[in-house]
Nanobody, 122 residues
Framework: QVQVVEFGGKSVKAGGSLKLSCTASGLHFSTNAMGWFRQAPGKEREFVATIGWSGIAIYYADSVKGRFTISRDNAKRTVSLQMNSLKPDDTAVYYC???????????????WGQGTQVTVSS
């Protein structure tokens, strides 16, 4: 069975940095695009970043562009999200997902992790 698990969420101060990681098993990791999404309290889940199977195709939401960096290591079956210059608005549950293409659309991803909480205090 496919399993996607996120790690690294915690509370940090505004302006700080945090790195999230995600591992996936039960699928062909090296041929799957991996995406990061987030959901803040009272809001719908939104796109954050995505990366294609080779690591070349990379897309970010405008709200995180220049601050967040997505990367992957297929040998380690891991995708990471380096978050810098964090803002209180970045507070959310962050989800990792796997799908066939590096798209911004949530419905295009087949497998999802349970999420990891990131809290940014001002």
């Amino acid at each position: 069975q496919v399993q996607v698990v996120e790690f690294g969420g915690k509370s940090v101060k505004a302006g700080g940095s945090l790195k999230l990681s995600c591992t996936a098993s039960g699928l062909h990791f090296s041929t799957n695009a991996m995406g990061w999404f987030r959901q803040a309290p009272g809001k719908e889940r939104e796109f954050v970043a995505t990366i294609g199977w080779s690591g070349i195709a990379i897309y970010y939401a405008d709200s995180v562009k220049g601050r967040f960096t997505i990367s992957r290591d297929n040998a380690k079956r891991t995708v990471s999200l380096q978050m810098n210059s964090l803002k209180p608005d970045d507070t959310a549950v962050y989800y990792c997902a796997a799908g066939p293409l590096p798209l911004r659309v949530q419905a295009k991803y087949n497998y999802w992790g349970q999420g990891t909480q990131v809290t940014v205090s001002s």
